[in-house]
């Protein structure tokens, strides 16, 4: 991933996050190597770690402490209520971008405004 698909990324993570717990629980290490499955393989476990803990500050997730084969136990994160309605507020918010960036695209790439007769 280039600099500018980080950035981009990392405006984007939480709800990517919330999403990914909207269809399951699942634990840090799983949501990052699901993550790097799609693409997006310089994700850092710790920037997913980080990400969980403000999300789990700010109530959006459940958190339960299950028991791990390889050592302590795993936190495993649920989306609740509160998270739903976070994630709803972040699609909304995407459709909305995505709407506005592909109508300014087709805009400025009409031969007209590229200087083409």
Do not use: C
């Not at 980080?6 to 799983?30: D, N």
């Not at 339960?64 to 649920?78: A, F, H, I, L, T």
């Not at 972040?90 to 405004?113: A, K, Y």
């Amino acid at each position: 991933m280039g600099k500018q698909a980080t950035e981009m990324l990392k405006g984007t993570l939480e709800g990517i996050v919330l999403a990914i717990l909207s269809g399951r629980p699942a634990y840090g290490y799983e949501i990052t190597a699901w993550l790097r499955g799609q693409g997006f393989s310089d994700i850092a476990e710790g920037t997913v770690y980080a990400l969980l803990v403000r999300i789990e500050q700010r109530g959006l997730v459940d958190v339960e402490k299950v028991p791990s084969e390889k050592g302590p136990p795993r936190k495993v994160y649920s989306l609740n209520a509160r998270g739903r309605e976070n994630l709803d507020e972040f699609w909304r918010t995407w459709h909305f971008l995505v709407e506005r960036i592909e109508q300014l695209h087709h805009h400025i790439d009409t031969p007209q405004n590229k200087g083409e007769k």
